[in-house]
């Protein structure tokens, strides 16, 4: 494994979360609730991805357009508040500003309110000149195999692929990645893990980096 190491660095980490109502289900607990608590995964994680391995790149694939067109706003309302005050939690642009992360949103964002939208501009602009690491965001892609989702998914492919693509992508919840992407190129190591996303450890994290050195 060292020397598989020393012959290839991980610099480009994508995550497609699974799990969140899954995980609401299994500890009986409601969906909002089960938001909050992947907000501190995700804070977790960055640390993880940028601290603890130094990966230059990680993107993570946020709130899908099918969230956006299909859920009651009852539902919708709280989860993008959630996700919009993560943006503005004082701890995570501390952590952001300290590690010299520049932070991007990529997709499309029509559907998504001020104040959601508010949040992410002022984010990507506190961080704009940072040089050492890139945290991109991606929202409102469409997920599945309906052919209204063909164009997005093209385009989600042209946003990851075009600069940069990832190494590795993993997706959780045993969710294929074909509800995301036609395609994937063959230089990008693909892992899909049964552990939901709101479940995720810094073992898993690790393990997830240990794949991607000992595969060829």
């Not at 709130?63 to 503005?88: C, G």
């Not at 692929?161 to 074909?178: E, K, Q």
Request: hydrophobic residues 40%; charged residues 25%; contains cysteine.
């Amino acid at each position: 494994m060292d020397n598989l190491s020393e012959k290839k660095s991980l610099n480009h980490f994508l995550l497609v979360p699974h799990g969140i109502k899954l995980y609401s289900g299994k500890i009986g607990c409601s969906n909002i609730d089960a938001y909050d608590a992947t907000s501190i995964i995700f804070k977790n994680i960055l640390k993880w991805i940028f601290v603890d391995y130094n990966i230059k790149e990680f993107s993570f694939i946020g709130l899908t357009l099918n969230a956006m067109q299909t859920r009651s706003a009852e539902e919708l309302t709280p989860i993008m508040e959630v996700e919009s005050t993560t943006y503005e939690d004082p701890d995570l642009v501390s952590f952001l500003m300290e590690n010299q992360i520049k932070v991007t949103f990529k997709g499309n964002f029509s559907k998504l309110p001020k104040y959601y939208r508010r949040a992410m501009k002022n984010i990507t602009k506190l961080t704009e000149n940072h040089m050492a690491h890139k945290l991109n965001i991606l929202v409102g892609y469409g997920l599945g195999k309906k052919s209204l989702f063909s164009k997005i998914k093209k385009k989600l492919f042209r946003d990851i692929f075009t600069s940069d693509p990832p190494d590795l992508m993993v997706s959780t919840a045993g969710r294929d990645f074909s509800i995301i992407l036609e395609k994937i190129p063959k230089t990008t190591k693909t892992l899909v893990v049964d552990t939901i996303f709101p479940e995720l450890t810094q073992q898993n994290i690790k393990s997830f980096v240990d794949y991607y050195f000992a595969t060829p």
